[in-house]
């Protein structure tokens, strides 16, 4: 099982700052696109996204327990 | 007792005389005189910083007053420029400072005036594509710079050193589409001043040249939701990375990815057409606009708002009007804090 944590912008078109998925061996590109299908309004393409707190590229694997933060690149100043 | 102005800083033990001292003969550009911009050079202009420099193209708005801590109604009714207001309440705050605010748009050629005697650069901008601009300057110049942005009770903070850490471009690796701004989602003054703080204390660090306590990680947070979460950043730094990697083209220093920008003939118009083609959502954006009280009309491929003083046309690709302007600088401005 694994924790998705969404910040910012995210968590309010998620409608949840979190969400328990079994995302277990696929990769990081394959749980964007999982999202993606499931809420399409989700900016996903320059999103960063940290596996246990440490930047994650697109092909990482996710593993047991792994919590998988996006944190979308903010503009505002 | 005019000699102990500093007395509380120099007792904390980090910093001491010494560290007083290197801060008097440091020099800092803050690019962006807005709510990171105005809080930041505050606290810098205090702290007895010898040289602050502030660049912005904008004026002052009564809108700004929530949350733009150098600014007063006076200024927002008589729309004085930001870097005027801000020099001139920065010089009252302490004159042994030597301050300047330059009216202008932080374009390159404008930035690389100023950068070059600079030993930090703070982020106050409220738009990527001036931030892959400082990045690559920065890196090219071979000077730190502190990356910072908020949005409603979120933020986050980065410290970019040349050669050492990842570069803004290896963390996103293109120019994002659409940055979440504050005219579209709003923004609390604590948002603010929680980056404010990292990016003050950040550059206090490398301006009394103490690097080891240097952060290291990607800060971000969300006052609201009492989120505050570090993400290390280290593995990010990316050889192929085109503007700190080991073949370097300085994607953001070139014309092709800059925004055009053109007085229509003949028309109280300017046209922006962003560096590449878009696709936004114009209808998300149109929701979150007429949630901020804007008037907005929206078709698939057309969105228009009403401004204070403005019309402006939007289209699905980027492309925007703004009407009742010529003032190329201006338009560029209203823009960018719509689409960040």
Known sequence: MNKLLFFAGLKDIVNADQLELDMVGKTVKEVKAELAQQY???????????????????????????????????SGG | MKDNRYSRQVLFPQIGAAGQEKLQKKQVLIVGAGALGSSSAEMLVRAGVGKVTIIDRDYVEFSNLQRQQLYTEEDA???????????????????????????????????????????????ATDNFETRMLLNDLAVYHHIPWIYGACVGSSGMSFTIIPEETPCLNCLLQKLPVQGMTCDTVGIIAPAVQMVVTHQVTEALKILIEDRQALRGSFLHFDLWSNAYSSMKVSRAKNPACQTCGTERSYPYLKGENKTKTAVLCGRETVQIRPSHAKKLSLIKLADSLKKNGYKVMVHPFLLSVELEQNRLVLFEDGRALVHDTKDVTYAKSLYDKLLG
């Open chain 1, 40 to 74: 399409s309004d989700l900016p996903l393409e320059s999103v960063m996204t940290a596996i246990n707190e440490e930047f994650a590229f697109d092909d990482d694997l996710i593993e047991e327990n792994d919590v998988i933060a996006f944190i979308p690149p903010v």
């Open chain 2, 77 to 123: 009714t008589s729309r004085v420029p930001k870097a005027i207001a801000a020099e001139k309440r920065l010089k009252e705050i302490n004159s042994s400072a030597a301050v300047t605010g330059v009216v202008a748009e932080a374009t390159k050629e404008l930035l690389e005036q100023y950068l070059i005697d600079a030993d930090v650069l703070i982020d």
